[in-house]
């Protein structure tokens, strides 16, 4: 639709600065995490199918890895959304990553109680144990270090999560233990490792 | 009607069940800022600066989310509202920049009319404020086709959002990141695609979004003049004001500047679509007709004035009489048509007094088959008609003595008068709830209501049918085409077919009445330059077959008349004169003749509006934001001539202005 010569339609003025989503490669879901998505929407009645946007996203993270333009459009076509809708909550949720991130993902956590127990010297810590800063991923691939809001576990603070477990009562001294730790074990320090933590701490 | 009755600050009110108390506070002239909530978008609750105290209540309410009830106690200017309003002001203020002056929005923006109301005077925001690219304009970026967008300026009330949910029906505007990062885009920076994405500068609350045609090509307090007039692009026939740059008449560029939707619950509701807001630049184009051309011996188009180009035009006619045949667009008024149809009966009066000849068996048959000998008038439109006609949708000859029983004979079974226009579908999305009609013209149901086109004025509109004028042109049968399309470029349909006709030689005469020198005009023997819809006042008939009046917003350009003066004149040249002296003559002469007609209703009667200055008009218009507009410009130096606002008396409930130092 054009209106008049006169009017600067489609003219381009200015592009924001923001890094848009990266593209990444054509997206659908494996045929698993096809069928497990049509399980999770069942639960949903349908004309609110759009709830299930988050364990959609999930399995797409899982299965790429990260969260790409082309995993977002193919999200939205499934539960018939805009991308607009689901770029929304993919940018609102800390826990859904748009850019390739290393095997373990340790997010230190900055909100009050955290904070006031010092985790900001635990990012520190950790920043000169990785080589990295926080939104960083080391060059091996191995380890992505990030800041997010508060774990729900402040009880225990400061907390880090690593992947989906959480490591509470985490010094600044015990942070690079941990990431020794995840090194010399791999997925099996993930979890556990944190009751060892907290009851080595009084 | 269930009524609830409830005080707000010391007034008892009643109002409808279910109503807000921001709703009843604004329909009693109660002043409450809001911003989320607009509306012809609905409740949203994340701005508060609707917040009022209801008693019983433990916290400060939002008035703009609370249902009224029986007895409930509201105030909106105790201390402690009064506080913690000025306290959200505070808050909203922090990262939006005051920079007003340059602003797009400033004079007519309600952040800055309630900030001066309700704000604190004083920011205590000590701290860089949250700027995007940088301080300034690189904040501004592209936001679509039609739209910018100044992040720095956002408030995030979100109707923007709402309404591409809920009203365009394809929500590409989100919110993207969380708290105080957070910001409205759209997905990969992709813009805002939409056939009515210009109501988002009409929603936005402050000067994020604004129009590429608009932005910073006029002032508010520059006291431009607003006129209450309809769009005339679509068969829907929004009700809008044309705002019309403060400049002096001699003063060079164009007098429109926007359109703006005027609220109508039956017709528009709060918006309108990019066409009518966008396409008006044709009407002071270069592309204007601006003088009477006539084509002269060597085929060259030459300028002549009206009364040399009327006589040579009435000679032309009166040679060519009996072949003659009118195209109009349903870019026509209803006095137009009227006009159109009365000359045609005329003709056709004088014509069958000239010398009848008898009509062969057959057509004269279908005439009586067809309910009477009246000339044939109505173009075969396709899509839904019934045989025979009904009764309104044949044309009623006014009182004339005529031939009653014969059918002139003009070239057979091709209708005097035809009619077309574009049907063109709009895609747009399966869930939006303002759409836009595929007829690219304001008065099919005019010419169904003379009875030009078939079908009633309930029935859908669908494709022009002009095979028969087509036809008859193709095959040489007419040897005077009159075509009158005071409408944009294209919209009354395809002509091709003319011009092609035109260069094959069959057609000899071709008469173009219009506004723009399009390639038609460019083919004719005669070009009469005529008004388009912002520059007179005429009557049509939208889809619902509801009847509704543009206002006269700018003078003619050139020399260009109204159209139903040059129909005078030409009726004149043609030996069968109309006597009408000014268009309301036109509309009560129709009334009269067509008492009986459904959708005539009310049009000796009809009103239409004048330029006003544009402090008047807002506060005469919009009544949804009336009370708002009651104290803008307050903080001006006064116009010239201008009443002083002070001396005004207040209406009740309204805050008395605070001096602003
Ligand atoms: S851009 Fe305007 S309408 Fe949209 S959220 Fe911001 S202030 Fe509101
Ligand atoms: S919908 Fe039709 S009448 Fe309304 S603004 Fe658009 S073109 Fe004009
Ligand atoms: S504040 Fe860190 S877990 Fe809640
Ligand atoms: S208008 Fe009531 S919260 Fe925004």
């Given at each position: 639709?054009?209106?008049?010569?006169?009017?600067?339609?489609?003219?381009?003025?200015?592009?924001?600065?923001r890094?848009?989503e990266?593209?990444g490669?054509?997206?659908?879901?494996?045929?698993?995490?096809?069928?497990?998505?049509?399980?999770?929407?069942?639960?949903?009645?349908?004309?609110?199918?759009?709830s299930?946007?988050?364990?959609?996203?999930?399995?797409?993270?899982?299965?790429?890895?990260?969260?790409?333009?082309?995993?977002?459009?193919y999200?939205?076509?499934?539960?018939?959304?805009?991308?607009?809708?689901?770029?929304?909550?993919?940018?609102?949720?800390?826990?859904?990553?748009?850019?390739?991130?290393?095997?373990?993902?340790?997010?230190v956590?900055?909100?009050?109680?955290?904070?006031?127990?010092?985790?900001?010297?635990?990012?520190?810590?950790?920043?000169?144990?990785?080589?990295?800063?926080?939104?960083?991923?080391?060059?091996?691939?191995?380890?992505?270090?990030?800041?997010?809001?508060?774990?729900?576990?402040?009880?225990?603070?400061?907390?880090?999560?690593?992947?989906?477990?959480?490591?509470?009562?985490?010094?600044?001294?015990?942070?690079?233990?941990?990431?020794?730790?995840?090194?010399?074990?791999?997925?099996?320090a993930?979890?556990?490792?944190?009751?060892?933590?907290?009851?080595?701490?009084? | 009607?269930?009524?609830?009755?409830?005080?707000?600050d010391?007034?008892?009110?009643?109002?409808?069940?279910?109503?807000?108390?921001?709703?009843?506070?604004?329909?009693?002239?109660?002043?409450?800022?809001?911003?989320?909530?607009h509306?012809?978008i609905?409740?949203?609750?994340?701005?508060?600066?609707?917040?009022?105290k209801i008693?019983?209540?433990?916290?400060?309410?939002?008035?703009?989310?609370?249902?009224?009830?029986?007895?409930?106690?509201?105030?909106?200017?105790?201390?402690?509202?009064?506080?913690?309003r000025?306290?959200?002001?505070?808050?909203?203020?922090?990262n939006?920049?005051?920079?007003?002056?340059?602003?797009?929005?400033?004079?007519?923006?309600?952040?800055?009319?309630?900030?001066?109301?309700?704000?604190?005077?004083?920011?205590?925001m000590?701290?860089?404020?949250?700027?995007?690219?940088?301080?300034g304009?690189?904040?501004?970026?592209?936001?679509?086709?039609?739209l910018?967008?100044?992040?720095?300026?956002?408030?995030?009330?979100?109707?923007?959002?709402?309404?591409?949910?809920?009203?365009?029906?394809?929500?590409?505007?989100?919110?993207?990141?969380?708290?105080?990062?957070?910001?409205?885009?759209?997905?990969?920076?992709?813009?805002?695609h939409?056939?009515?994405?210009?109501?988002?500068?009409?929603?936005?609350?402050v000067?994020?979004?604004?129009?590429?045609?608009?932005?910073?090509?006029s002032?508010?307090?520059?006291?431009?003049?607003?006129?209450?007039?309809?769009?005339?692009?679509?068969?829907?026939?929004?009700?809008?004001?044309?705002?019309?740059?403060?400049?002096?008449?001699?003063?060079?560029?164009?007098s429109?500047?926007?359109?703006?939707?005027r609220?109508?619950p039956?017709?528009?509701?709060?918006?309108?679509?990019?066409?009518?807001?966008?396409?008006?630049?044709?009407?002071?184009?270069?592309?204007?007709l601006?003088?009477?051309?006539?084509?002269?011996?060597?085929?060259?188009?030459?300028?002549?004035?009206?009364?040399?180009?009327v006589?040579?035009?009435?000679?032309?006619?009166?040679?060519?009489?009996?072949?003659?045949?009118?195209?109009?667009?349903?870019?026509?008024?209803?006095?137009e048509?009227?006009?159109?149809?009365?000359?045609?009966?005329?003709?056709?009066?004088?014509?069958?007094?000239?010398?009848?000849?008898?009509?062969?068996?057959?057509?004269?048959?279908?005439?009586?088959?067809?309910?009477?000998?009246?000339?044939?008038?109505?173009?075969?439109?396709?899509?839904?008609?019934?045989?025979?006609?009904?009764?309104?949708?044949?044309?009623?000859?006014?009182?004339?003595?005529?031939?009653?029983?014969?059918?002139?004979r003009?070239?057979?079974?091709?209708p005097l008068?035809?009619?077309?226009?574009?049907?063109?579908?709009?895609?747009?999305?399966?869930?939006?709830?303002?759409?836009?009609?595929p007829?690219?013209?304001?008065?099919?149901n005019?010419?169904?209501?003379?009875?030009?086109?078939?079908?009633?004025?309930?029935?859908?509109?669908?494709?022009?049918?002009?095979s028969?004028?087509?036809?008859?042109?193709?095959?040489?049968q007419?040897?005077?085409?009159?075509?009158?399309d005071?409408?944009?470029?294209?919209?009354?349909?395809?002509?091709?077919?003319?011009l092609r006709?035109?260069?094959?030689?069959?057609?000899?005469?071709?008469?173009?009445?219009?506004?723009?020198l399009t390639?038609?005009?460019?083919?004719?023997?005669f070009?009469?330059?005529?008004a388009?819809?912002?520059?007179?006042?005429?009557?049509?008939?939208?889809?619902?077959?509801?009847?509704?009046?543009?206002?006269?917003?700018?003078?003619?350009?050139?020399?260009?008349?109204e159209?139903?003066?040059?129909?005078?004149k030409?009726?004149?040249?043609?030996g069968?004169?109309?006597?009408?002296?000014?268009?309301?003559?036109?509309?009560?002469?129709?009334?009269?003749?067509?008492?009986?007609?459904?959708?005539?209703?009310?049009l000796?009667t009809?009103e239409?509006?004048?330029?006003?200055?544009?402090?008047?008009?807002?506060?005469?218009?919009?009544?949804?934001?009336?009370?708002?507009?009651?104290?803008?410009?307050?903080?001006?130096?006064?116009?010239?001539?201008?009443?002083?606002?002070?001396?005004?008396?207040m209406?009740?409930?309204?805050?008395?202005?605070?001096?602003?130092?």
């Amino acid at each position: 639709m054009t209106f008049h010569p006169k009017m600067a339609y489609d003219a381009t003025f200015h592009k924001s600065a923001r890094t848009l989503e990266d593209e990444g490669p054509p997206f659908v879901y494996t045929p698993e995490n096809r069928a497990r998505f049509e399980e999770i929407v069942k639960r949903y009645p349908p004309d609110r199918r759009r709830s299930a946007v988050l364990p959609a996203l999930y399995l797409a993270q899982d299965q790429a890895g990260y969260i790409t333009a082309n995993a977002i459009r193919y999200v939205a076509g499934l539960l018939s959304i805009t991308p607009a809708d689901v770029e929304d909550v993919v940018s609102f949720y800390t826990m859904f990553h748009t850019k390739p991130v290393g095997t373990f993902v340790v997010q230190v956590c900055r909100t009050l109680s955290c904070a006031l127990n010092g985790a900001e010297r635990v990012t520190e810590s950790l920043t000169a144990k990785l080589g990295i800063k926080p939104g960083e991923t080391d060059r091996s691939g191995t380890f992505t270090l990030v800041e997010v809001e508060c774990l729900g576990a402040c009880d225990r603070a400061p907390v880090v999560m690593v992947n989906d477990a959480w490591h509470e009562r985490l010094t600044p001294e015990d942070a690079p233990r941990l990431v020794d730790d995840l090194r010399a074990r791999g997925e099996a320090a993930v979890s556990g490792c944190h009751h060892v933590i907290e009851q080595r701490k009084p | 009607m269930d009524t609830v009755t409830l005080t707000i600050d010391g007034r008892r009110i009643t109002v409808e069940k279910g109503k807000t108390v921001l709703q009843a506070a604004l329909e009693h002239s109660i002043s409450i800022p809001y911003y989320c909530y607009h509306p012809g978008i609905g409740v949203d609750g994340s701005c508060r600066v609707c917040i009022v105290k209801i008693e019983k209540m433990p916290k400060l309410q939002i008035a703009c989310s609370t249902v009224c009830a029986d007895g409930q106690i509201v105030s909106t200017q105790t201390p402690d509202v009064v506080e913690a309003r000025a306290g959200i002001f505070e808050f909203l203020l922090i990262n939006h920049p005051l920079d007003c002056p340059v602003c797009d929005k400033g004079g007519e923006c309600p952040l800055q009319d309630y900030s001066y109301t309700f704000g604190p005077d004083q920011s205590r925001m000590e701290f860089a404020r949250r700027t995007f690219d940088g301080e300034g304009v690189r904040a501004d970026v592209d936001f679509g086709p039609t739209l910018m967008l100044n992040r720095n300026r956002c408030i995030l009330c979100t109707r923007c959002i709402r309404f591409m949910r809920d009203i365009d029906g394809d929500a590409q505007i989100n919110i993207i990141d969380r708290g105080y990062g957070s910001e409205i885009a759209t997905f990969q920076e992709e813009g805002v695609h939409s056939l009515i994405s210009g109501n988002l500068m009409d929603v936005c609350p402050v000067g994020a979004i604004t129009t590429r045609d608009y932005r910073f090509k006029s002032r508010p307090w520059d006291n431009p003049e607003a006129v209450d007039t309809i769009c005339t692009l679509c068969s829907k026939g929004c009700n809008t004001t044309a705002w019309l740059r403060a400049k002096p008449e001699w003063a060079k560029g164009a007098s429109l500047i926007r359109f703006t939707p005027r609220f109508n619950p039956d017709v528009n509701g709060y918006w309108m679509c990019d066409i009518g807001r966008f396409e008006y630049h044709w009407v002071e184009s270069e592309d204007r007709l601006r003088r009477p051309l006539v084509r002269d011996e060597r085929g060259v188009q030459q300028p002549a004035s009206w009364n040399d180009v009327v006589s040579r035009l009435g000679d032309r006619l009166v040679q060519a009489r009996e072949g003659l045949r009118f195209l109009l667009s349903a870019h026509a008024s209803n006095e137009e048509f009227f006009l159109f149809s009365r000359l045609a009966e005329k003709l056709a009066v004088a014509e069958s007094a000239r010398g009848p000849r008898e009509d062969s068996e057959s057509s004269s048959a279908a005439a009586r088959a067809s309910g009477g000998g009246a000339p044939r008038a109505v173009n075969n439109a396709r899509g839904p008609r019934e045989e025979p006609a009904p009764p309104t949708q044949q044309l009623r000859w006014g009182g004339e003595p005529g031939p009653p029983t014969r059918q002139p004979r003009w070239g057979g079974d091709v209708p005097l008068i035809s009619v077309g226009w574009r049907y063109r579908p709009k895609s747009q999305p399966e869930p939006a709830t303002f759409r836009v009609p595929p007829v690219d013209a304001p008065n099919v149901n005019g010419a169904r209501s003379f009875g030009f086109v078939g079908g009633t004025l309930a029935d859908q509109v669908a494709q022009a049918d002009l095979s028969a004028i087509r036809a008859a042109v193709e095959a040489g049968q007419v040897s005077a085409l009159f075509v009158f399309d005071p409408g944009p470029e294209g919209s009354i349909g395809d002509t091709e077919w003319i011009l092609r006709a035109r260069a094959r030689g069959v057609l000899p005469l071709l008469i173009v009445q219009g506004v723009l020198l399009t390639d038609l005009a460019r083919a004719a023997d005669f070009v009469l330059p005529g008004a388009s819809w912002v520059e007179k006042e005429a009557s049509y008939m939208n889809d619902q077959g509801r009847l509704q009046g543009v206002s006269r917003a700018i003078p003619l350009p050139g020399e260009a008349i109204e159209d139903w003066e040059i129909l005078v004149k030409v009726s004149v040249a043609l030996g069968v004169p109309l006597d009408y002296t000014n268009a309301a003559h036109i509309r009560a002469d129709i009334a009269t003749r067509f008492d009986d007609r459904k959708g005539f209703e009310g049009l000796a009667t009809l009103e239409f509006g004048r330029p006003v200055a544009a402090q008047n008009w807002l506060q005469a218009s919009n009544p949804s934001e009336r009370w708002k507009w009651d104290f803008m410009f307050q903080d001006l130096p006064p116009v010239k001539g201008a009443v002083d606002p002070l001396a005004v008396p207040m209406p009740a409930g309204v805050i008395p202005l605070r001096e602003v130092k």
